[in-house]
């Protein structure tokens, strides 16, 4: 759907008030698809941040959510969607079947798409303290990936043991990885560790995971909140943020590398 005010932004262009590069960009601000009455698409989302229209599965119904999939897989797209159940899962297998389809179990995302993912040269790093916190992380290392980085991970290297971190430490710096995320629950203190030794930015991703006091992560997102190194912080369990953010920063970086060897 493109609303009315487009023909404003046209008769600018008709009158030399604005470019037709202006314009263009202008317009992509308007561009959605309405689906039926429950959903709107951002049709342009990733070409105006660089972050891909991602959707969220939790608290759709199957039916709707394979509505919303149906629609969206039109022309050069890739979807991500993210927190998928059981059924939503076996009501989308039963009613698409793009090119490209790849569920990811441990993250619970699925990526559909008719054409690959494009590779930007950014790479990213994640982190886990324990085995637990893996499943989050698997949610960031999707959304990384499809926004085309390389991503090398670092899996249960925890404060309780910190000598399993430093030799893969190193070689996560000697690949060039442009950021790091982090994800840590309990007491939350790998990321501040982390990134009071590399020369890369850190992404503290919190888990929900611990109990007693300070349990759900609300402990491990305070001890990052409250962290003695610079560090960012995303949510409690927010996967897909925390690997965007670190797959924009990385992305941005390759971009620079490139104009410095032109």
């Known amino acids: 759907m493109i609303t009315v005010s487009i023909t404003s932004i046209l008769t600018k262009v008709r009158n030399n008030e ?81 090119p490209y389809m790849v569920w990811n179990e441990r993250a619970r995302t699925l990526v559909c798409g008719t054409v690959p993912a494009n590779k930007t040269g ?16 698997e949610e960031a290392r999707v959304a990384a990936e499809e926004m085309g980085c390389d991503v090398d991970l670092i899996y249960d290297a925890g404060a309780a043991g910190i000598h399993r971190l430093f030799p893969d430490l190193g070689r996560l710096i000697e690949k060039g990885v442009d950021a790091i995320v982090v994800a840590a629950g309990r007491d939350g203190t790998l990321p501040t560790v982390v990134a009071g030794l590399v020369p890369v930015p850190v992404i503290g991703l919190p888990v929900s995971v611990g109990y007693g006091a300070g349990g759900k992560g609300e402990a491990a997102l305070l001890s990052m909140l409250q962290s003695c190194s610079v560090l960012a912080v995303v949510n409690i369990d927010a996967g897909f943020v925390a690997g965007a953010f670190a797959a924009r920063i990385a992305n941005l970086a390759a971009a620079g590398h490139c104009l410095k060897t032109q």
């Open 122 to 137: 950014g790479r990213v790093g994640i982190i886990t303290a324990g085995t637990a916190d893996i499943p989050v992380a």
């Open 18 to 98: 604005i470019s037709v590069d202006e314009a263009e960009a202008q317009i992509k601000l308007l561009r959605f698809k309405e689906i039926s009455e429950i959903a709107r698409i951002d049709c342009h989302r990733s070409e105006r941040t660089g972050i891909p229209e991602a959707i969220l599965a939790e608290g759709k119904s199957s039916g709707d959510l394979a509505m919303i999939v149906e629609a969206s897989l039109t022309g050069d797209v890739r979807i991500l969607l993210t927190r998928v159940s059981d059924a939503q899962l076996h009501e989308l297998e039963s009613r698409i079947d793009p």
